[in-house]
Structures are given as structure tokens and as C-alpha cells.
């Protein structure tokens, strides 16, 4: 694939050309945008998938207004005028793909009929969409072994996810023997590191007291939510250092660091090395 960088981002990139061992994608990307970073009215010939990581963005889609925060998905089928409503107020991040399903599905055949039919789909919590969505990020713009079967089987995670998602199939039973509220809370750090979170808003959405929440965090993982969030940061950030060329000062303000010192103090003590170190040292084993 052909890779670039649009005009006006921070970082980021735009991958397009189908690979012809993979020809069902057609174009790839993920980018930091400023406040002002608008994307004009455009159309495709295939479904193009859209996934808010970071900042909010409104579109319009066939005559409607759709409001898009961390975690949503947005998806138009072949032919659907789409564009941003208006500037976005804050700097924002997001990734997307442009997918001929109809190719996909001649190796998921059973996801077909589940798409029939739809122009656009809007998925408020598509957050399920965002660890495959990223791995074919990490496919695509990696210089790894077995690369195409890798870019194939990450887009097929992400199609079975995204189908789930149309099925409304979003509350998977889970077997694990933690608390259910130990698991929610989970889900929404992993899901939205970024958010400036307060033990008082993740119990409510538990559903138990801050103490009993802490009390089964603890409990079930070693750790006080503090302690997961800022590990689930460091997670993400090691995985735009070794994907993108996001500077660090953009990456610690997109991860809900305080400053980039702060930042590189955390990184750097569950890490083991300073972040600049790490990037050099991934960049060097590919």
C-alpha cells in the first residue's frame, strides 16, 4: 500500500492502493487531527469504517446528524454522501478503514446477511471495534513476518466484531471468576484511558460504592483503578510508539497525562526505559 500523511495533522498516516495479496482493503489509516482538521463531503465505492479514539466530531450521513465520542463507530455503505458537520472544537484522533465487504465475505460468508440491506451504521459504544481495529493498524503499517496473513486475519476479527455489534450482541457472558463490576471497570479503563477518571463515576457506573469497588478491584487484579489506568495508558502508548510517529508531548496529552513529564516519569518506571528508547529501540527490530 501507498502510505502518506494528509495535510494539517500531527501525526498519523493515510495507506492507500490495495495490497494485492489483500485487495478487500482499500484504503487504511490513523491520525491526530487539530481542532481545526475538517473532512469535507466524500463518497466511496466500498463500506468505509470510522472509529473515535480521542475528541469528539460531528457528521452528516444521508440527511442525518450524528455525534461521535471515544468509543464510537460510524460506518457508511458504498454510494453514502458523508462529511463532518462542522470544525471540530478540540484536537481529536480516530481510525478508519475502507473495506469491499462483498470480497471480505467470500472468507466470512455468515456475516453477509447481517449487513444486507444498511447504508449506515452508528454504534455509540462500539468500543469491542477498537483492540481489532488496532491490530490492523499494526499489521498494515508494520514491517512484519507473515504480514498478509496477518492484515487478512485482523480484518476479519474486526468484521466478526463490528457484525456483533449490528446483532446488539454486546453483553458477552463472561467466565472469568472476578466480580462483574471488577470487569466493567476494566472495560471502561482499557476502553477510555484518556478520560480523567474519578473513582466516584467509575462506581456509579458500576453500580457499588467507591470503597466496595476498590475493595473488588483490588481484589481481583492487584491493583487499585489508579493503578490499571496508568498501566492501560502506558499499554496504548507503547503501541502508537512503535506505530505511528506521534511525538510524545501529543501522545501524553492524547493519553490524559497531565504533561509530558509526567508522562515520561510513569513510562519510564513500568517500562523500563524512557519513551524515546523504547520508539528507537522498536523501530530498529522491525
Excluded at 487539530?34 to 475528541?55: M, N, R, T
Excluded at 510508539?241 to 508522562?263: C, E, P, Y
Aim: net charge positive.
Amino acid at each position: 500500500m501507498e502510505f502518506r500523511r494528509p495535510k494539517g495533522l500531527f501525526a498519523g498516516f493515510h495507506a492507500g492502493s490495495p495490497d494485492r495479496l489483500v485487495p478487500e482493503l482499500m484504503e487504511v489509516g490513523e491520525q491526530w487531527a487539530p481542532a481545526d482538521f475538517l473532512i469535507s463531503e466524500h463518497v466511496h465505492q466500498v463500506w468505509e469504517f470510522y472509529f473515535q479514539v480521542g475528541g469528539e466530531s460531528e457528521w452528516n450521513a444521508g440527511g442525518k446528524s450524528y455525534a461521535l465520542r471515544p468509543g464510537s463507530f460510524f460506518a457508511m455503505a458504498p454510494g453514502v454522501l458523508h462529511r463532518m458537520r462542522e470544525r471540530p472544537m478540540a484536537r481529536h484522533h480516530f481510525l478508519f478503514a475502507t473495506i469491499d465487504l462483498r470480497r471480505a465475505f467470500g472468507r466470512q460468508n455468515a456475516l453477509r446477511d447481517s449487513w444486507r440491506g444498511r447504508e449506515i451504521v452508528f454504534e455509540p459504544r462500539g468500543e469491542a471495534l477498537q483492540a481489532p481495529f488496532r491490530q490492523l493498524i499494526r499489521e498494515v503499517s508494520a514491517l512484519l513476518p507473515h504480514r498478509t496473513p496477518g492484515i487478512r486475519a485482523a480484518l476479519d476479527c474486526l468484521l466478526i466484531e463490528a457484525t456483533r455489534l449490528l446483532e446488539s450482541k454486546r453483553d458477552a457472558i463472561s467466565f472469568a471468576a472476578n466480580h462483574p463490576a471488577t470487569a466493567r471497570a476494566r472495560e471502561m479503563l482499557d476502553h477510555h484511558p484518556a478520560r480523567k477518571w474519578k473513582m466516584a463515576d467509575l462506581a456509579r457506573l458500576t453500580g457499588l460504592s467507591p470503597s466496595r469497588l476498590s475493595e473488588c478491584f483490588a481484589r481481583d487484579t492487584g491493583m487499585s483503578p489508579h493503578q490499571y489506568l496508568l498501566r492501560a495508558r502506558i499499554e496504548r502508548a507503547k503501541e502508537a510508539l512503535m506505530q505511528s510517529d506521534v511525538t510524545v508531548t501529543d501522545l501524553a496529552l492524547d493519553l490524559g497525562f497531565s504533561s509530558s513529564q509526567h508522562f515520561a516519569v510513569i513510562f519510564k518506571r513500568l517500562v523500563g526505559v524512557p519513551a524515546l528508547a523504547f520508539r528507537k529501540h522498536a523501530t530498529n527490530a522491525r
